[in-house]
């Protein structure tokens, strides 16, 4: 995801710029660059890779300025280089930089280049700097200009405009993409997180969707889509300036497990415009393909391979295709049959992954139509060798049992069924349902991780068990797997997870009373089966904890322990939202236990090896 820094001031702000910058690099970029207006007119500064490698070309050729722009970038249109690093030019005239994607870049940089406009990137912002000089020649009003250039504009965007002729001012603009405003004395900023800026201010005003501003030292000026002014509220953040490191939080798996409300709705932003889910989101081929696929085949591993388990539940019934899900240490060695018209799907946090990617590499071999990486790191050897890209946006995680990587991940999977099943005749009013409903995840989050204490108090049940027993039905039959997984990584309690269906053909021989069997229970069409499942676990002497739909009837009398949810959660939400409280177990009972909660014994991160 891109980042965003500028700002106006009395003071040189590049050393704020570059802090700013410092501060989104946890999102992942793949080049960084600056522009200033100085007197002598914009004068810009960019660099491939790392922030500190823009510093280093400060450091040896500096820049000073009272009003600037700077940005990290992650390449969508073009490879990364310098020459598509932003800030872009438009002769030395105007500067711009630019989150989001434009779906009509190419229209129009054939109408600038029959203009005569010549381009030197591959960026589809370069199209827009163009567009906002254009439109200057026939008023001198920057924001006319830029207001008559988002007209034209199809897709989503955050926008920072700068000119060497209006000194002092900036021009923002917001579509899909989140742009905030720091508000100072005699000095205002402007980034695309908070974060960005707490070193300077800590109120800040958010644009909305279709606003204008037009920032100064002074103040700044908001109109909406239609051009009347508006006043958008200025709130002070609690957050502090070092909240991008543990904070208050005991470890870092806490604080990661309470970042998921931000993480997904990074991962949804600047993806869902006017209720549909742009199909560039997943990268600029992408139109090309969707309309081909026929199956899907999904690589994992570990909890990225559970994430690919819910997917197929998704993709099939949302897009009627064919899902085969695999482990990616089975897959590299077998001999494997593709059917026609077959995406290639891997899902990995760093990746980095060593099965994942050999899995990839061979996959390139077998005539598939075309590879996807769901993935955290943008600079990474997954992303960088497939030909699609949905990235997770989850930030640093630095606990090693993934838990907003987890759920970031079923954010990106759930975007990709929505764009892939418009192709295949998803109805309009269907699609806008279920975009609704993936807005609506980080508010729900939130809720949820109401239940903290509750569960905290749940887990003292479980410090002295050395087995556990998870059950789940349909897409929460991974979630169950899921939570597994978490409780024997930083616990060290043997988990296994079951279709709560199989609990007959085997499972039921260790119920007994040493044995709690954890499920969660959506109100959903499975929801009785699940119920007379449990049945034969409560007959069998076994203890029950039921993380329920609020309106499920359960007795929670002997023997049964209910947490019921703050809400009623969707079935399209539900394997996202019955995630957390299973996270959340585990970390209060390896908190009990008294493990090292983000480096439990015998695990690394990134499995880079065989």
Request: glycine share 8%.
């Amino acid at each position: 995801m891109c980042g965003i820094v500028g700002g106006t001031a009395e003071r040189n702000v590049v050393p704020i710029l570059m802090e700013g910058l410092r501060r989104l690099e946890y999102r992942g970029y793949d080049s960084a660059g600056l522009a200033v207006r100085h007197d002598d007119g914009v004068q810009r500064r960019r660099a491939l890779g790392k922030v500190a490698e823009l510093q280093a070309k400060l450091d040896a050729d500096p820049l000073e300025g009272r009003t600037g722009i700077a940005h990290t970038r992650w390449a969508t249109h073009g490879a990364p280089s310098e020459a598509n690093a932003h800030p872009h030019l438009s002769l030395p005239d105007i500067a711009i930089v630019h989150n989001g994607i434009i779906e009509n870049h190419e229209e129009l940089r054939a109408d600038l280049q029959s203009k005569g406009y010549e381009f030197t990137s591959e960026t589809d912002t370069e199209v827009i700097a163009h567009r906002v000089h254009m439109h200057l020649q026939q008023s001198d009003d920057l924001e006319q200009a830029v207001r008559k250039t988002v007209a034209e504009l199809d897709g989503a965007y955050a926008l920072v405009v700068m000119s060497k002729n209006e000194p002092g001012k900036l021009i923002l603009a917001r579509e899909g993409c989140p742009v905030v405003i720091g508000v100072g004395i005699g000095e205002n900023f402007v980034a695309s997180d908070v974060a960005a800026l707490l070193p300077v201010t800590r109120k800040f005003m958010f644009l909305e969707e279709g606003d204008i501003a037009v920032m100064t030292r002074d103040g700044v000026v908001v109109t909406d889509a239609d051009g009347a002014l508006v006043k958008r509220k200025v709130t002070e953040s609690e957050l502090s300036a070092d909240a991008i490191d543990r904070g208050g939080f005991r470890h870092y798996m806490l604080k990661e497990i309470y970042e998921q409300s931000r993480a997904v709705a990074d991962t949804l932003s600047e993806r869902i415009v006017d209720g549909r889910v742009l199909d560039a989101a997943l990268g600029h081929a992408a139109k090309d393909v969707l309309d081909k696929i026929d199956n899907i085949h999904i690589v994992a591993c570990g909890t990225s391979y559970h994430a690919g388990l819910v997917a197929r539940y998704w993709l099939e019934e949302h897009c009627n295709v064919q899902c085969t899900v695999e482990i990616a240490s089975e897959y590299r060695y077998r001999r494997v049959v593709v059917p026609a018209n077959s995406l290639f799907v891997t899902v990995s946090q760093s990746g980095e992954t060593a099965d994942t990617l050999a899995a990839l590499r061979k996959a390139k071999t077998l005539g598939y139509l075309t590879s996807l990486a769901i993935c955290n790191v943008p600079e990474s050897s997954l992303v960088r060798e497939s030909e699609l890209v949905m990235m997770t946006r989850a930030g640093p995680e630095i606990g090693v049992a993934s838990t907003k990587a987890f759920t970031t991940q079923l954010t990106a999977f759930a975007l990709v069924t929505l764009a892939l099943a418009r192709h295949r005749g998803m109805p309009e009013d269907t699609e806008r349902k279920l975009t609704r409903q993936l807005i609506e995840l980080p508010g729900l989050i939130d809720k949820v991780m109401g239940l903290d204490e509750e569960i905290e108090k749940v887990a003292g049940e479980f410090a002295e068990k050395h087995h556990a027993l998870f059950l789940g039905r349909g897409a929460q039959n991974p979630v169950a797997m899921e939570g597994a997984l978490k409780l024997k990584e930083i616990s060290y309690i043997h988990a296994e997870a079951y279709a709560a269906g199989e609990l007959k053909h085997g499972p039921l021989a260790l119920v007994d009373e040493d044995m709690p069997v954890v499920t969660v229970a959506p109100n959903d069409d499975l929801l009785e089966k699940l119920k007379s499942n449990l049945q034969e676990v409560r007959a069998r002497g076994g203890e029950l904890f039921v993380f329920a739909d609020p309106n499920v009837a359960f007795d929670d009398g002997d023997g049964v322990t209910l947490v019921k949810m703050p809400t009623h959660i969707e079935e399209f939400q539900a394997p996202i939202l019955y995630t957390i409280p299973l996270q959340l177990l585990s970390y209060h009972v390896a908190v009990l236990k008294g493990t090292d909660v983000d480096q439990p014994r015998n695990l690394a991160k990134s499995v880079t090896v065989e």
